[in-house]
């Protein structure tokens, strides 16, 4: 599975460490400078990192109904694009300020 | 979309935050934005609701170097009207209009409410965490998105939910975290 790179990161150590990405797993990084790409989640807007050569059942998965990259704890989710989350709490407002308006 | 930064390094004055502290193994809230239909900015009268897009973070400590574990994360939170009394009251971060801009033609200020180095931590859920990494108290970390793909937090206000982001940090050791954002609204 071919990911585009949705965003970069840059961890800068003194020395060689153990870091922790994403609650996920962690890696072992060289004194210097450590690169990851990263990805977005489309259903939940999290960001994920992704290592090099890493193995695509790894990195997460592809929603098969909105066909965008998800992140690993989305996997066993429904398909909820975090656009539709955000339009519905958005509206939840005016959709409830209607039902006052009016309800006898 | 005008384009804002906040560190929690500066603006400790009454009504924007507090100075930096040194970190417990609890998590502190170290920059905190959100929605608020209180005006938090006074040339929107009426308060207003604007999405948001963190798209820059930087991290680091400036601390003596030891060798101490740092947790920083990205939060979804539910703003209590508490938790932004602070920012929204006069001098509040967001009411000073020039001074978070990266461009300075942008005249008007951040809609978002602003608090750093919260002193009450804010409402959060759990599950709702978008961005986690840990590392040693040595190391530098900047992560930055490509366009669309940021971290987007809605235009609701705390009845739904979900209405901001909190930037925070714990460790084992006693760093002061340090926090940059750069986000569009």
């Known amino acids: ?104 | 979309m005008p384009n804002f930064t906040v560190v929690n390094t500066t603006f400790a004055v009454a009504g924007a935050g507090n100075a930096q502290g040194a970190l417990t193994g609890t998590y502190k809230s170290l920059i905190t934005v959100g929605n608020s239909t209180t005006p938090t900015n006074p040339n929107f009268t009426g308060g207003g609701l604007r999405r948001g897009r963190l798209y820059d973070i930087l991290i680091g400590t400036n601390a003596t170097p030891a060798d101490a574990y740092v947790e920083w994360d990205v939060e979804r939170i539910t703003s209590g009207t508490s938790t932004f009394a602070v920012a929204i009251t006069a001098g509040g971060l967001s009411s000073v209009s020039s001074a978070l801009e990266l461009d300075v033609a942008d005249p008007y200020g951040a809609v978002n409410g602003i608090l750093i180095n919260s002193s009450v931590e804010t409402t959060f859920s759990s599950g709702n965490e978008v961005f986690y990494v840990g590392v040693n108290q040595r190391a530098s970390y900047r992560w930055v998105a490509a366009p669309g793909s940021e971290i987007v937090w809605p235009a609701n206000t705390s009845a739904t939910g979900n209405n901001g982001l909190s930037g925070r940090a714990r460790s084992g050791g006693t760093p002061t975290a340090t926090m940059m954002w750069i986000f569009s609204e």
């Not at chain 1, 450590?34 to 090099?52: M, P, Q, R, Y």
Request: a neutral charge.
């Open chain 1, 1 to 104: 599975m071919w990911i585009k790179p949705q965003g970069y990161s840059e961890i800068i150590s003194p020395e060689q460490d153990i870091v922790n990405l994403d609650h996920i797993r962690r890696e072992l990084i060289s004194p210097g400078t450590a690169k990851f790409d990263t990805c977005t989640c489309f259903h939940c807007n999290s960001i994920f990192h992704v290592s090099a050569r890493m193995r695509p059942e790894d990195i997460g998965g592809l929603c098969k109904t909105c066909m965008r990259p998800i992140c690993p704890k989305c996997l066993d989710k429904p398909c909820t694009p975090w656009e539709k989350q955000m339009e519905q709490l958005e509206n939840k407002i005016e959709r409830d300020r209607a039902v006052r308006a009016y309800s006898v």
